[in-house]
C-alpha cells in the first residue's frame, strides 16, 4: 500500500478544511440543509474522517449523529422514526456517523432484525431518501471500503493501544468472522438502495489519509456553494477603566497549577 506523504497530506487537508468552513458559511446563509451518510467496514476510517472534516466547523451548524442501540421504545417506533429527529434544519449540516443503514449491515448481518423487517427496509429506504431530496435536503452517501487484512491489522493496533481500545467491542470482532456475510450484505443494500437521487459514493480507505482527502475533495465538488462575502470586523477601543478592581483571588477556590510542576 502506497500511503500519501505526510507533508502533502496535511497541505492539501488543511486547504480543503479552508474549503470547509466557505461550505459552512453558504448553508448558514443560504438556509441549505445538509446530510452526510458515512457507512462501511467497522475500522474503515469513518470516525477519523468525521474528526477531520467537523475540525474548524461551528458545532451549531455542523454537528454528529452517532446514535446509540434503539430503546425498547425507540423498537416499537417507525424504523426510520429515531432518525427523522436528527435530521437538519435551515442552516444545519448533519453528518451521520452510521445511519438508518444499521439494518441492512448490522442488524441483517447478526440477527437483531427479521426476514420482514429488512425486507420492509429495503423498500422502504429509497423512497424515504427520494423524499427528503425531493424537499430540498442535499444528500450524500459514503461506503468507506477496506480490505480483510488492512480491518485485521486496525483491529490488532486498537487492541494494544490502550488510548484506543475503547474502540473495540464485541460486536467489531465478530465482524471478521462474519466477513463474507456482511459482503453480500453489502452489496444486496447497494441493489436496493443505490438510486440515482441519492446514489452511494464508495471511498477506498486502505490508507487513511487518501481516503480522507478523496472523500471531503468529492464533498465539496457536489455543492454549488461559493464563498459569502462577511461583514469586515474591527476590535472596538477598549473604554478607560471606570475604577473597578478585581477582588483578591484567594477570596476563590484556585485549581492546583499542575502546569508548574511539569518543568521539575
Known sequence: MK????????????RLQAELVKLQEWVRTEKARVVVVFEGRDAAGKGSTIKRVTEYLNPRVARIA???????????????????????????IVLFDRSWYNRAGVERVMGFCTNQEYARFLHQCPI??????????????????????????????RLEDPMRRWKLSPMDLESIS?????????????????????????VESEDKRSARINMIAHLLSTIPYHEVQRLPLELPPRPPSKGYERPPRDMHTQIPDHAAQLPR
Do not use: C
Not at 424515504?128 to 490488532?156: A, I, M, P, T
Not at 466477513?179 to 441519492?198: C, L, N
Open 128 to 157: 424515504v431518501e427520494r423524499l427528503l431530496v425531493e424537499d430540498g435536503v442535499l444528500l450524500r452517501k459514503y461506503w468507506f471500503s477496506v480490505s480483510d487484512g488492512e480491518q485485521e491489522n486496525r483491529f490488532r493496533s
Open 178 to 202: 462474519r466477513w463474507e456475510d456482511y459482503s453480500r450484505a453489502k452489496d444486496e443494500m447497494f441493489v436496493h438502495t443505490d438510486i440515482p437521487e441519492a446514489p452511494w459514493y464508495v
Open 66 to 92: 452517532a446514535l446509540p442501540a434503539p430503546t425498547e421504545r425507540e423498537r416499537t417506533q417507525w424504523y426510520f422514526q429515531r432518525y427523522v429527529e436528527h435530521l437538519p434544519a435551515a442552516g444545519e
Open 3 to 14: 500511503r500519501l506523504p505526510k507533508k502533502i497530506y496535511e497541505a492539501e487537508l488543511l
